[in-house]
């Protein structure tokens, strides 16, 4: 704030930097006015981040008498020999690959659904908003229930089939443990995006689809040719966040299976949590929490390159 | 807005900005520091746990109503959030003079610089009077000990294995390994019950090696080399070890278990859905309740090695960076009555950590309905791994006793989990000082 007093004095002196220091003045606002949410974030994000990254090079613990020394590169050695850490990477991976479309597909369907013109068009939107407002926890813990042996899921499976298809325990099967949280997980977060392509389909001028129904155009083709290109900025971000949250898999994970049967459920997310926390091992958890960052940001760069706009 | 104006309130937003965060960091350091002044701050996992917290609640106000010198303040946390709210204390030295900690992690802490010794000098109780697993040592360091503990039993009903023609086990004549196997193949047989034992398996966490653990020590395994502890090859992976993981996993193939039970365990042994359940003594009281006579508190089955439960509960402690260490030990020694220990054990439904205390209690005296539990803590109590290592040994074998329930190839489970633990212990010096 000490520099505000010689800029004045300066832009009374030469009359022809009255526009700059104008601008510079205009300039020192924006910093004051970005600086609460700037030092907010500095002290609650960035600085832990990078001291996070920081540990990962070191033997800190959570509990230890002895003070952390530098070890180099000996967590990252040891995480590639970590059949779990292995076996995260390819759960996380395999999860986002299908979630990722499916979701936002869905949600894509529910938005089309619900933005007709109709009685009852709140009523649906409501119904599919509420997962998303209801609280992972409490769904992880009812979708439990469903999926037990005896569950829901399973007598509804029996009654259909007239007993002749015995649904599997499934989150104790190791073969369906993973497909049963993606479904979950789907049928929680399509709500979400539902409504941001509700807010991207709003933002394509009515005009254009009178023009086209004038044109008599199949529904197939005006999808296609009007709303599909009119979705594009929704696309990308829609796409960009799915695939972060569902890197970050882990409430779920924590609260239904705690990575098991047989290692098929362990996340990244879920692992860092379990090394920092349960197993003391803070480094190591900050080695995977620096190769989860790494690899989302690459995954975040090949989407933002793919989905550029083509001058 | 002139530029002016514009300015200022820029200036002020900054101002106010940096002056909250620096308050925010200035007064956590305001708080919390021990005892001065004569105030020694008391920390409980109690906050919801109404009963034990009135008993600490009458005991902190007897001591302040008993002299002048140190005031008492009692600041309780829910279970689950108190070893973080600990540790994270501990990262910024502000821990209370007095805290309560769960027997297993007397090591952790107490290597990891968080307590000191007790060096007890009075009290009415001698601590040789005590359960052995209800003083919490390290190093042959007294660092804390606990009015009461728990003990692992199975609950049965009498009519049920009279119909099976089970013979009913005795502290002397506990069911042998296949005994044991001969009633569940008969219960199994018999129809009523799907799955006729009860583990619990739908647990996590500290039951696992809590309640899984003792059945391994049976058979003649443990989690680690206790001669050494710088090992747990031989001791989680030799053949015994390998036997109990290859019995564990049997249970469930052969349809005895659930591989992973129901959310409320006793309450499906209480609505007959289960024959036998491993359970702890916390659940005597009701089911004592809801079943009366026909209820049978059985001894644990002996694999080989006789029977084992663990042992060690929350016991009581102090810090390191106690600034009044007299005035703590005062409030220790203090607590260090009959009565106490009485109260404690009566609240909370456990089993009195002294002879003197369980002869006043209905039931846990000599003969009494609950002596099967007070003598299993006496005889059969094997306190978890004494090492600080025991958090990670702890977390290593819940996962992989469940992946070996989960159908693993017990082997190579065992075998994996040996590798992580030498490693981890290598890792830390074998967590030398």
Redesign the interface.
Known sequence: ?TA?VPLRTRSRRTRGGTLST?RR?EG??A???A??AV??LL?FFVIPVVLAFGLAFT?A?????TPARFVGLRNFA?LAED?VFLRSVLNTFAFAAVVVPVQAGLALGLALLVNGRFRGTNFFRTVYFIPVVTSMVVVSIVWTFLYQKNGLLNRIIDGVTLGLVRGP?W??D?STSLAAIIFMSVWQGAGFHMIIWLAGLQTIPAELHEAASIDGVSRWTRFRFVTWPGLRATRTFVLITITISAFSLFTQVNVMT??????STSTLVYQAV?SG?????TAYASAISLVFFVLVLIVSLVQRRLTREKD | MN?KT??L???S??A???TA?LAGCGSADRGGSGAQGGVLKLWTHNAGNAAEYDVVEKVVNDFNASQTTYKVEIEAFPQGAYN?AV?AS?SSKKLPCILDVDGPNVP??A????LAPLELKGGEVPLDDQLPSTVGKYRDEVYAFGFYDVALTMFARKSVLDEHGIRVPTPDRPWTRAEFSAALADLKAGGKFEYPLEMGTGG?GEWWPYAYSPQLQSFGGDLVDRSSYKTAEGALNGPTARDWAKWFRSLVTDGYMA??SGSSPNDDFLNGKSAIEWDGSWDAAKNVEKLGDDLLILPPVDFGQGPKIGGASWQWAMSSNCAQPEGARAFLEFTRKTAYFLEFAKATGTIPATDAAAAKIPGYEPGGRYEPLVRAARDFAVVRPVT?AY??IA??FE?TA??IV???DPDAALD?AVKQID??LK??DFYA?
């Open positions: 704030m505000a104008a003045r020192l606002t910093l004051g006015m600086s609460p030092l907010l002290v033997s613990r959570l509990i230890s008498p040891m059949p325990d989150l104790n190791p705690q990575g098991g049967p047989l290692d379990r926390y349960q197993q003391q091992q | 530029a514009r300015r309130v820029a200036a937003l900054v106010v900005t940096a965060v973080d540790v501990s952790n802490w290597w990891g610089g968080y996590s591989q992973k600080p958090p990670y977390s290593v996962k469940k992946d989960a159908g693993a994996e490693a981890n890792l830390n000082d």
